[in-house]
């Protein structure tokens, strides 16, 4: 089917990018063999590596493979959750790592302009210089950008400020054929025909590889509090979310079930604020303390009302310093880190917000008649909840031993959890992408003639089925 990566094929990739751009030692090559999915045995190492620095050496290596039939593997940092840069058939690896430079911070036009490895931590870095703020923030900050404009991630902004397509303003990107297009600028405003731009975000390296990006920035906050309010029902705490949305424009809403707290209490040695059975972490911004104040009491209000294990609004955990906001973002942010080792899957299901009180209350039913922990947490103001699959129960704060017969019951639980996201109107993927390990599920939530037109819109970008074949379909 594809051609294999013999000598000569590594003499011409060397001729493009040098030596120094290519990696073959077997040991090297495992570090490209997939993502941070938790289970390693949908990894594939690939037969070279190879790290172009421009534009023109990744337009000559997919020349090389498109006339050899070699499969390529685009790829970034490697933080993806679903198998989506495992190169499934062997073949070249393409790092877009050393494609790191920041071209333009524009403040006139704010914009930025970025070669698709600049991590997501340097280029908010870089927008704060410049006073200004790029909003998605997918949790790990050495995501690189042509990952996140693969995925169309957003993370937990995104109830205020949506995600990545959101900021995607222009795009440089390489044909399977080797072609080099260019995709919108920094214009605002395009009704130019159909919207190519649209269509390769969140392609996931199927159609083009990203080499540059123009992404959208706003002026940046000029004040930013953090809220966690306790609750000892889970139920209560995601039954509030409606009533703020109503009320306040919040910049994330989370919910979060204690039971995953400790492992990564413990992984940081940092505590959190409170303790109760489940929480929400609300994250609001403004343009002064007053006003975000005042809209935290307004928070604070509504949340006694809806239940919260509080008696009044002064005693709520505002973290008013970047210290104590940090603090509480790094053991968020590390919840999943904290749940790996003992993972089996995490999912990435999306449902309307106003149902995902529904579609918890199926998590824990389900949890109770197989008998397994499936701890939840997620971005509870745009409705994606991430349940995990574990093959342990938790103990005195600490993970137990092995759940016997994890491995016949997770098959039966991954089906029921999407057949109920299905049932309340949701996705199956909200930011995570469907890569690998989730395209079983794709039929369930999308009808055949979409996954037909999928399906030839590939075809034409790709007819040979080199970029990133395996994903998705």
């Known amino acids: ?67 050899e039939r070699i499969p390529v593997t685009p790829r970034g940092a490697g933080t993806g959750l679903c198998g989506g840069c495992v190169p499934l058939y062997g073949g070249i690896v393409l790092s877009l790592e050393e494609m790191n ?35 998605p923030h997918p949790g790990d900050e050495s995501a690189q950008l042509g990952g996140l404009v693969n995925t169309n991630a957003s993370g937990a902004r995104a109830a205020k400020y949506g995600g990545v397509r959101n900021y995607v303003k222009g795009l440089e990107v390489v044909l399977p054929t080797g072609e080099i297009i260019t995709l919108g600028g920094k214009h605002l405003k395009d009704s130019t025909g159909y919207s190519l731009l649209n269509l390769l975000i969140g392609s996931e390296g199927t159609l083009g590889v990203v080499t540059k990006v123009a992404l959208g920035l706003l002026p940046k906050p000029q004040a930013v509090y953090t809220l966690v309010v306790p609750y000892e029902s889970l139920d209560n705490a995601i039954k509030a979310v409606p009533e703020i949305r109503n009320k306040a424009l919040p910049m994330a809403i989370e919910f979060i079930e204690h039971e995953v707290i400790p492992p990564a209490e413990e992984l940081l040695g940092k505590r959190w604020p409170c303790k109760a059975k489940a929480y929400l972490m609300i994250m609001v911004d403004g343009t002064s303390d007053a006003e975000v104040l005042r809209v935290l009491e307004s928070i604070g209000d509504i949340c006694l009302r809806c239940g919260a294990a509080i008696r009044d609004v002064g005693e709520l955990c505002i973290a008013d310093t970047p210290r104590k906001q940090k603090d509480i973002m790094d053991i968020r942010s590390s919840l999943y880190l904290a749940l790996r080792k003992d993972m089996v899957e995490v999912l990435d299901i999306v449902v309307p917000p106003a149902r995902i009180a529904e579609y918890v209350a199926e998590v824990h039913r389900i949890s109770k ?63 995570h992408g469907i890569g690998l390990v989730k395209k079983e599920f794709l039929p369930l939530f999308i009808h055949p003639t979409q996954i037909k037109l999928m399906r030839e819109i590939k075809k034409l970008f790709d007819p040979q089925n080199i970029l990133n074949p395996g994903k998705i379909f």
Request: overall charge neutral; charged content about 30%.
């Open 1 to 67: 089917m594809y051609r294999k990566v013999d000598e000569h094929i590594t003499e011409r990739l060397e001729a493009i990018v040098t030596r120094k751009g290519i990696i073959r030692d077997a040991e090297k090559l495992i570090d490209y063999a997939g993502d941070e999915f938790p289970d390693p045995s949908i990894r594939r190492p690939p037969e070279v590596v190879v790290k172009p620095r421009t534009s023109a050496q990744v337009s000559e290596i997919l020349k090389l493979a498109s006339r």
């Open 101 to 135: 430079q920041i071209l333009e911070i524009d403040g006139q036009n704010m914009m930025a302009v970025a070669e698709a490895g600049v991590t997501l931590g340097n280029l908010q870095e870089a927008a704060a210089e410049a006073g200004l703020f790029f909003p």
């Open 369 to 431: 008649r197989y008998d397994l922990w499936l701890p939840n947490y997620g971005h509870a103001a745009d409705g994606n909840v991430h349940t995990h699959l574990m093959k342990v129960k938790p103990s005195e704060g600490k993970l137990s031993q092995e759940i016997p017969g994890w491995r016949g019951k997770y098959p039966l639980v991954r089906r029921e959890l999407h057949q109920k996201a299905k049932e309340l109107g949701g996705m199956v993927s909200g930011e």
